[in-house]
């Protein structure tokens, strides 16, 4: 099978000769990338995926902007926040922290879809036509946005305090995602298969909130974005960390095919649970844990956590294998490539 048909086969869960692999959009960081370069004695990002096995490649429009190279983590969200500082209230300008009126919210500078070259994912996903293409790879949050703007704990205080201003921002975030969204799809059509979209909504041990309050705020919106990306015969998966269990059922409502990253570390994560309960609807992206056994396993150990994933998650298909977030500098470079190979050697004959 081709890369891509390994991963139209797992979506439809239906057999494939192995488990698709992959390492999502900014998944690996520099120095690992270094060490796997000067394993396979490659130059490029690209050759360390074909040896890898990738059977994804993830697509962004270029950002117009001015900004820093994607390969050069930039220090501000192009919605005016600290980028990845969503938790951190003590790093960066929040611009938005001390809003207290909904005009103060229609008054922000938010961004504009303008500020994208669209042609530029045509361009790739025909370039890597023989790959699933994710596009935009992008994980489009709309609570953590509203996080980077105003800090953590007066994100969290305004769900309960203030709902007009958090109606105010949804709505201006979503109108962004839902144009940016549109534009991207409509660059490349036929060539895209999956959009990635997601939220941080929980942590090690349970919801940032309750259900009902995501109901109250963000299914909607999502359910919109959703169905945008459905009308183009794209999948749409879901980028949300941590306990996220109690989730599942709604974003399923409102259309979800692909849920990731899988942190089964987390509490109720249980992937036999997740594959018996929501293995008819989902596909299953991630998995091999990065807490635990990634960082501080031996190569047999990741091994076998492979082989389990596969046994469990792959049974029937509906399984991509991944890492449970992003391989970071300090995962030996041995344990990568036992991920990979034994997913390859494993997923052949087991699934």
């Known amino acids: 099978m081709t890369p891509k048909e390994r991963v139209l086969a797992a979506l439809n869960r239906c057999a494939t000769d192995r488990v698709p692999v992959d390492i999502f959009h900014g998944g690996m960081y520099p120095e690992l990338e270094l060490r796997l370069k000067a394993h396979f004695g490659v130059l490029d990002s690209e050759a360390v995926r074909l040896a890898l096995g990738q059977d994804l490649r993830w697509v962004c429009p270029i950002y117009l902007s001015g900004g820093p190279p994607a390969a050069e983590w ?3 969200s192009y919605f005016g926040g600290p980028f990845l500082a969503t938790y951190a209230d003590g790093v960066g300008e929040r611009p938005l922290r001390n809003v207290s009126t909904v005009a103060e919210v229609e008054r922000y500078p938010w961004p504009s879809p303008d500020a994208f070259d669209y042609a530029s994912v045509a361009t790739l996903a025909q370039t890597y036509r023989g790959y699933a293409i994710v596009a935009p790879g992008e994980w489009a949050p709309i609570f953590c946005r509203i996080s980077e703007l105003c800090g953590m704990e007066r994100a969290m205080t305004m769900l309960v305090q203030e709902p007009a201003i958090v109606d105010a921002m949804v709505e201006h975030i979503t109108d962004f995602y839902l144009e940016y969204y549109r534009r991207v799809l409509d ?6 298969d999956i959009a990635q979209t997601g939220d941080d909504l929980a942590g090690q041990k349970g919801l940032l909130f309750s259900v009902g309050t995501f109901r109250r705020y963000f299914k909607k919106p999502l ?4 169905e945008l990306i459905k009308s183009r015969g ?3 998966m879901f980028h949300i960390c941590g306990a996220v269990q109690d989730l599942v059922p709604d974003l399923i409502d409102i259309g979800l095919d692909i849920l990731m990253p899988l942190q089964f570390s987390a509490v109720g994560m249980d992937p036999r649970t997740l594959k018996a309960e929501y293995g008819r609807h989902l596909c299953f992206y991630g998995g091999i844990d990065v807490q635990h056994t990634l960082p501080h396993g031996t190569p047999e150990e990741v091994r076998a956590e492979v082989r389990e994933r596969i046994d469990i ?3 029937g298909g509906g399984y991509i294998l991944a890492s449970s977030h992003g391989l970071l500098d300090e995962v030996p470079t041995a344990n990568v490539l036992a991920m990979y190979e034994e997913a390859r050697r494993y997923g052949c004959s087991h699934l």
Do not use: K, N
């Not at 660059?187 to 895209?192: D, Q, R, V």
């Not at 359910?223 to 959703?226: A, E, M, N, V, Y």
């Open 74 to 76: 930039p220090t501000r």
């Open 187 to 192: 660059a490349a059509p036929g060539l895209i």
């Open 234 to 236: 794209v999948r749409v």
């Open 223 to 226: 359910g919109r974005l959703f």
């Open 313 to 315: 998650l792959g049974s």
